[in-house]
T-cell receptor, first 115, second 113 residues
Framework: IAGITQAPTSQILAAGRRMTLRCTQD?????MYWYRQDLGLGLRLIHY???????GKGEVPDGYSVSRANTDDFPLTLASAVPSQTSVYFC??????????????FGPGTRLTVL | GNSVTQMEGPVTLSEEAFLTINCTYT??????LFWYVQYPGEGLQLLLK?????DKGSNKGFEATYRKETTSFHLEKGSVQVSDSAVYFC????????????FGTGTSLTVIP
């Protein structure tokens, strides 16, 4: 079944550690996104990528980095995790970036706890 | 700026009751508007969308009408089922940067038999 996979499902991490959240889609979508979901705040965009080789900053990019070496993968890295990065992280993709009313498809999420 | 405000939950309804979840937005121009649903333990799924004023999005018995004059996109369903229990998110897509979606805080709905 086509879709988006994320790994790990959940993770407990010590503050100061480096962590990479993985995201892979098999729909050949050009655009990909990372969101964090926090209670009372909804979803906030961290970073996005219009197409392989390009990335952009969203609403809350500080403390996070991304790369887009190919169409399918869009890893999110926390270089030095802090407790405020405790959240549920969702990866999403859409067929095109910037066109019409393109729908975003979401992965199942990664629950990250930073102690 | 751009923002979405939706009614706070949680909302608890009996099966077959009428549902309304309010959503209002602030944006420049004419953004596209969306409702997403999140079932327990899953990611968000698109429920319906509307691209211009007076458009009505509909899916699975849910409806929402894009009201430019009141900057609203309220979600309605005439008769809810237990399987509709989920968290519902209203969202807008920026006109200036179509990569940028703004989501509301979500409204939790529980439908009891």
């Amino acid at each position: 079944i086509a879709g988006i996979t994320q790994a790990p499902t959940s993770q407990i991490l010590a503050a100061g550690r480096r962590m990479t959240l993985r995201c892979t889609q098999d729909m050949r979508h050009n655009a990909m996104y990372w969101y964090r979901q926090d209670l009372g705040l909804g979803l906030r965009l961290i970073h996005y990528s219009n197409t392989a080789g390009t990335t952009g900053k969203g609403e809350v990019p500080d403390g996070y980095s991304v790369s887009r070496a190919n169409t399918d993968d869009f890893p999110l890295t926390l270089a030095s995790a802090v407790p405020s990065q405790t959240s549920v992280y969702f990866c999403a993709s859409s067929r095109e970036a910037g066109g019409g009313t393109d729908t975003q498809y979401f992965g199942p999420g990664t629950r990250l706890t930073v102690l | 700026g751009n923002s979405v405000t939706q009614m706070e939950g949680p909302v608890t309804l009996s099966e077959e009751a009428f549902l309304t979840i309010n959503c209002t937005y602030t944006a420049t121009g004419y953004p596209s508007l969306f409702w997403y649903v999140q079932y327990p333990g899953e990611g968000l799924q698109l429920l319906l969308k509307a691209t211009k004023a007076d458009d009505k999005g509909s899916n699975k018995g849910f409806e929402a009408t894009y009201r430019k004059e009141t900057t609203s996109f309220h979600l309605e369903k005439g008769s809810v089922q237990v399987s509709d229990s989920a968290v519902y998110f209203c969202a807008l897509r920026r006109v200036e940067n179509r990569n940028q979606f703004y989501f509301g805080t979500g409204t939790s709905l529980t439908v009891i038999p």
